[in-house]
């Protein structure tokens, strides 16, 4: 179903494979989407070596988000996925994050397949963040590009920038329409927040 304005984002029923594209490679907007949709429990995150050498390891706690996270770091994109594969296969994990850099031949439509049913199969979800990369063919369920948006006003001092605001264009989905929203990171309630159409935000 299409969320309501103000509506807090929910996970589908069944944890599957998601991917988040960044139109710009190291803007850090969609690791926190990803963050703002990790509710607990034990997170395995996988990067390639061009992931953290150019966009940075992620840090939950800087974010408020209340996870515990494994972190790995491996060489290519191919270790990532097989990384994923072995973690979605865990039920001690809540989710497993990969990051790939650029357009890897191994990360095609098989690959994603087998992400998306293993996550399916053992009811963890898998999110794959692709920077420097084409939307090519996947199996993924829903699809995603998230950017940054200017931030809103810190309430303690108004010169200062306050939570992190983002555009996430649903632009493929299964289980729901595609749309472009405004989301934010809801932190008193722990949720993403999908506040309204990016149509409403002012130029």
Same mark, same amino acid.
């Given at each position: 179903?299409?969320?309501?304005?103000?509506?807090?984002?929910?996970?589908?029923a069944?944890?599957?494979?998601?991917?988040?594209?960044?139109?710009?490679? +190291?803007?850090?907007?969609?690791?926190?989407?990803?963050?703002?949709?990790?509710?607990?429990?034990?997170?395995? !995150?996988?990067?390639?070596?061009?992931s953290?050498?150019e966009?940075?390891q992620? !840090?939950?706690?800087?974010?408020?988000?209340?996870?515990? +996270?494994?972190?790995?770091?491996v060489?290519?994109?191919?270790?990532?996925?097989?990384? +994923?594969?072995?973690?979605l296969?865990?039920?001690?994990?809540?989710?497993?994050?990969?990051?790939?850099?650029?357009?890897?031949?191994?990360?095609?439509?098989?690959?994603?397949?087998?992400?998306?049913?293993?996550?399916e199969?053992?009811?963890?979800?898998?999110?794959? $963040?692709?920077?420097?990369?084409?939307?090519?063919?996947?199996?993924?369920?829903?699809? !995603?590009?998230?950017?940054?948006?200017p931030?809103?006003?810190?309430?303690?001092?108004?010169?200062?920038?306050?939570?992190? $605001?983002?555009?996430?264009?649903?632009?493929?989905?299964?289980?729901?329409?595609?749309?472009?929203?405004?989301?934010?990171?809801?932190r008193?309630?722990?949720?993403?927040?999908l506040?309204?159409?990016?149509?409403?935000?002012?130029?």
């Amino acid at each position: 179903p299409m969320l309501r304005r103000g509506a807090a984002a929910t996970a589908q029923a069944t944890p599957t494979l998601a991917e988040v594209f960044s139109p710009v490679a +190291m803007d850090a907007a969609a690791s926190g989407f990803v963050l703002a949709h990790l509710t607990g429990g034990s997170v395995l !995150w996988v990067q390639d070596r061009l992931s953290r050498r150019e966009a940075g390891q992620p !840090w939950p706690p800087g974010f408020g988000v209340r996870v515990e +996270m494994l972190y790995l770091q491996v060489g290519k994109p191919v270790d990532v996925l097989w990384a +994923m594969e072995q973690g979605l296969g865990s039920p001690a994990l809540s989710a497993v994050v990969g990051e790939v850099w650029g357009d890897a031949p191994a990360l095609d439509f098989t690959a994603t397949k087998r992400l998306a049913l293993r996550a399916e199969a053992h009811g963890v979800a898998a999110w794959l $963040i692709r920077r420097a990369a084409a939307p090519d063919l996947s199996a993924a369920r829903e699809r !995603w590009r998230v950017a940054s948006l200017p931030s809103a006003p810190d309430p303690q001092d108004m010169r200062a920038p306050g939570a992190a $605001i983002w555009r996430a264009d649903l632009f493929r989905a299964r289980w729901r329409a595609p749309a472009d929203w405004v989301a934010r990171y809801d932190r008193r309630d722990h949720k993403l927040r999908l506040d309204q159409p990016v149509e409403a935000v002012p130029e």
